[in-house]
């Protein structure tokens, strides 16, 4: 059987009905008055307000389109406009433009309003912050990571090779929460070592994460951080607590196995494979309490299959805390760190992110801070989507991942109409996200 396609002229439908939330979401912030405000060099009285200039980009991005070209089809489209409530969408080249221009005026500071705005939209809806329990405390995780961003192919500023052997940028993230809500970023250059400027970076995301929260923090970072500086701003900061990976750079692993045969407690997995964990404590100059180091030294003289090794094979963890929880404990709650890769890869694949829009480097730097904000957007809207047994697909999962809000929850199709000075979505007989669909919106709108 042929299938005829044809268009009608007076029916009005969108695919994308779920903007409305994203619309709805900055309304609870100053963002769009606080960049209307903004002094951007060359654009004292632009057409296009900065405000409506952002907010289409944002637009843009929950939808997982990155690139500027793409916000061509929506400067028709008066249900992009109406859900976004912009006056007018802005073209391809204004919104490069007006991004390259905001990025190079020094005063107009974009990023940190934009981080700013983010974390008190967290906090204004009162989004869900799941913590950890550590012993007797709850702490909120607050995880740092450097995740490199695979620009090769191209001649775009700042790109250079990274640790991870590819051309692109070596971007740093803060993530706050199990639900992995975004604090801070900065985009580095590929051959940035992860820990320059790492004492600042850290000291700003606690400010932030302050900003949507009073709980204890536990700053958790990989072994690319250890520094005396980070264990610093961590003991300089009340209510904030850390496991960081220690860096083992030249000690041996036979001296860490001397010091847990004298000092850990011995638990033999298997046959052929024991290990050990403990703690030591030692006086260190700068600081007014001893430093604590939870270790886990796992020895095996016999494989998996049973093969009895030639030499044994020594592996070795340590972890700077200031956790007094039991060790495997700490050890436990730094694994969990793990799940932060998950977060880059939702903002690099999801968001389509990864191979940032523009050539100059401040520009890119100004577009990932404006990710940010889209990711929490979306993530804000995820968790909202949890509150409730509503949702068509399978339930008891912890967090919503970003693709599964823009395919099920941005990108529904509903027809538009319009009565009474009010705009109404139809939506259609089988759409078994429209319940979930209007809860989340109803609760943010």
């Known amino acids: 059987m042929r299938i005829q396609f044809t268009q009608s ?84 080249p204004t919104l490069r433009q007006r991004l390259d221009a905001a990025a ?26 799941t913590g950890l329990t550590a012993g007797e405390h709850t702490v909120i995780p607050l995880d740092i990571d450097v995740s490199p961003f695979d620009n090769s192919g191209t001649k775009k500023e700042g790109v250079s090779l990274t640790y991870k052997g590819t051309f692109g940028y070596a971007p740093i993230f803060a993530y706050l929460g199990q639900e992995g809500y975004s604090v801070n970023v900065q985009l580095r250059e590929g051959s940035t070592h992860s820990q320059k400027d790492g004492a600042d970076f850290l000291r700003e995301s606690i400010q932030y994460a302050r900003r949507i929260t009073k709980e204890r923090l536990l700053v958790r970072m990989d072994s690319a951080h250890d520094s005396l500086e980070n264990l610093q701003v961590c003991h300089a900061e009340p209510e904030v607590d850390y496991i960081i990976k220690v860096n083992l750079r030249n000690t041996s692993k036979e001296s ?58 020594i592996e070795v963890n340590v972890y700077w805390t200031s956790l007094t929880c039991s060790p495997w404990r700490v050890i436990e709650l730094y694994r969990d760190h793990g799940t932060s890769e998950q977060f880059h890869s939702e903002l690099k694949t999801d968001l389509d992110l990864e191979r940032l829009p523009a050539g100059k480097f401040d520009t890119n730097d100004l577009v990932l801070h ?61 759409s078994p996200w ?6 989340v919106y109803q609760a943010f709108a």
């Not at 974009?110 to 967290?122: G, H, P, R, T, V």
């Open 9 to 92: 002229k007076e029916i009005l439908l969108t695919t994308h009905a779920g903007l409305a939330t994203v619309g709805a979401l900055p309304s609870h912030t100053r963002l769009p008055q606080r960049l209307n405000r903004s002094t951007v060099k060359g654009m004292e009285n632009p057409i296009h307000s900065h405000g409506d200039v952002m907010t289409s980009y944002l637009g843009l991005l929950c939808q997982g389109k990155s690139d500027f070209d793409h916000i061509e089809p929506f400067r028709k489209d008066p249900v992009f406009q109406t859900c976004l409530g912009v006056r007018k969408v802005p073209s391809s």
């Open 104 to 129: 190079q005026t020094m005063n107009a500071n974009w990023n940190e309003i934009l981080l700013q705005e983010s974390a008190d939209l967290i906090r204004n809806v009162k989004a869900p912050v």
């Open 256 to 313: 860490w196995l001397r010091i847990a045969e004298d000092k850990g407690m011995a638990c033999e997995q298997r046959p052929g494979k024991t290990e050990y964990m403990g703690v030591i404590a030692f006086p260190e100059k700068g600081f007014d309490q001893a430093l604590r180091q939870v270790f886990q030294v796992i020895v095996r003289t016999i494989d998996r299959e049973g093969q009895m090794l030639l030499f044994p094979e």
């Open 370 to 430: 404006a990710g940010v904000f889209a990711y929490n957007l979306l993530r804000i809207m995820g968790q909202e989507s949890l509150r409730q047994d509503d949702a068509p697909i399978r339930g008891g999962v912890q967090r919503r991942r970003i693709r599964t809000v823009i395919q099920n929850i941005v990108y529904i199709a509903a027809r538009v109409s319009r009565h009474a000075r009010q705009t109404i979505f139809n939506f259609g007989r089988y």
């Open 434 to 439: 429209f319940q979930t669909v209007r809860r």
